[in-house]
């Protein structure tokens, strides 16, 4: 078992409080373990929780916005579908995530939306937020 250093625990500690319990415990495991992709979330603890999301530069929903927003643009649906969660623990509101869909559009592309809508849709369900919202593929239209 690997021994977290102070900036690795406190990035474990920082998306545990956002994330819950469940969430933190795979996640502090994942850190602790020594197994193949183990330094991942090790790095991921130190950098982006730590470094980057405590940073003071931003408040917490305006970077919910921008890693949401470069995860659309990079097409990475399963992050996205995290960060959607962490937005929405963060104050954002299901009109706010439909307008970074409606804004990244004509910069990114309609088949890109289509991919991260279906994310956010899914997201906003697991967090108990439009749980009535269908997918384009649930309205048949992919």
Not at 103 to 132: H, K, N, W
Request: proline fraction near 4%; charged fraction near 20%; glycine fraction near 10%.
């Amino acid at each position: 078992m690997a021994e977290l250093d102070e900036k690795q625990k406190s990035g474990v500690d920082f998306i545990s409080g956002i994330m819950g319990e469940g969430f933190g415990n795979a996640f502090r495991e994942a850190c602790t373990a020594d197994r193949f992709g183990s330094p991942i979330p090790r790095m991921a603890a130190s950098w982006a929780f730590h470094d980057a999301w405590q940073h003071q530069g931003l408040a917490p929903r305006e970077k919910s916005m921008a890693v949401i927003s470069a995860l659309i643009a990079m097409r990475q649906s399963l992050e996205l579908k995290n960060h959607v969660k962490i937005g929405i623990a963060n104050g954002l509101t299901a009109q706010e995530l439909e307008g970074l869909l409606v804004q990244l559009t004509p910069y990114v592309g309609f088949p890109c939306i289509a991919s991260a809508t279906t994310a956010v849709i899914e997201a906003m369900r697991e967090a108990g937020v439009s749980p009535d919202v269908q997918t384009a593929e649930e309205k048949g239209l992919l």
